[in-house]
Every structure is written in structure tokens, then in C-alpha cells.
């Protein structure tokens, strides 16, 4: 009954900007730690920013400074506001309910149908 559901996307300009949201039914955002990951054509999905139980967050190298992800215990929704948005931020992303440990998020089987972003001028 556990359903992640992304949205969001769309096409932009570079230095554009975009916000995704995930919604989540069935289970409570809050409880988990929860990740964006995105998929280019042809790469492997790698992990983008995730936000723990404790509210913490973490970024990969190629977005810091640029996204920032939150959580809205009231929408249980975790947002992925992305900023100054590149050419190689194009990729399909996906959300999942993960859990924390050994100083990381490790994705749980629970993705999203995941969203499409082009970032192209």
C-alpha cells in the first residue's frame, strides 16, 4: 500500500529553475529517510540528495549549492527545489524511501514512477 508519487517536472532553460515534489501514501515520510535520484539515458541512477529521520541532508557533488531537499510532515511530501539548473541535471527522477546507516541513504524498494526533467535552451 506503500506509494511514492513524483511531480514537478518539466522542460526549462539553463539557470532555470524547477520544484519536484514526492508525494508519499502509506507510509509516513518522516519515519524513513528519503532520497531523490535521477537517471540520464544510458547512466546508471545515482543518488541526488536525501534527507534523514533527524532532518539531516546530504547532496552529491554536481548539485551542492544548487538543490535543496525538505520535508513537509503536514503534505508528508519530500520537495526538491532546483536552482541555477545545467544541461546534465536532464534526467528522469525518481524518489525512495530509504533508511540511514553507515552515513548514508540506503534506497528501500519503494521508488516513485519517477519525473522528467530537460533542462535545454
Known amino acids: 500500500q506503500v506509494h511514492l508519487v513524483e511531480s514537478g517536472g518539466g522542460l526549462v532553460q539553463p539557470g532555470g529553475s524547477l520544484r519536484l515534489s514526492c508525494a508519499a501514501s502509506g507510509t509516513l515520510a518522516m519515519l524513513y529517510s528519503m532520497a531523490w535520484y535521477r537517471q540520464a539515458p544510458g547512466k546508471q541512477r545515482e543518488l541526488v540528495a536525501y534527507i534523514t529521520e533527524a532532518g539531516s541532508t546530504d547532496y552529491a557533488d554536481s548539485v551542492k549549492g544548487r538543490f535543496t531537499i525538505s520535508r513537509d510532515n503536514n503534505q508528508n511530501t519530500v520537495p526538491l527545489q532546483m536552482n541555477s539548473l545545467k544541461p546534465e541535471d536532464t534526467a528522469v527522477y525518481y524518489c525512495?524511501?530509504?533508511?540511514?546507516?553507515?552515513?548514508?541513504?540506503?534506497?528501500?524498494?519503494?521508488w516513485g514512477q519517477g519525473t522528467q526533467v530537460t533542462v535545454s535552451s
Open positions: 525512495n524511501r530509504g533508511t540511514y546507516y553507515r552515513g548514508t541513504h540506503n534506497p528501500g524498494d519503494y
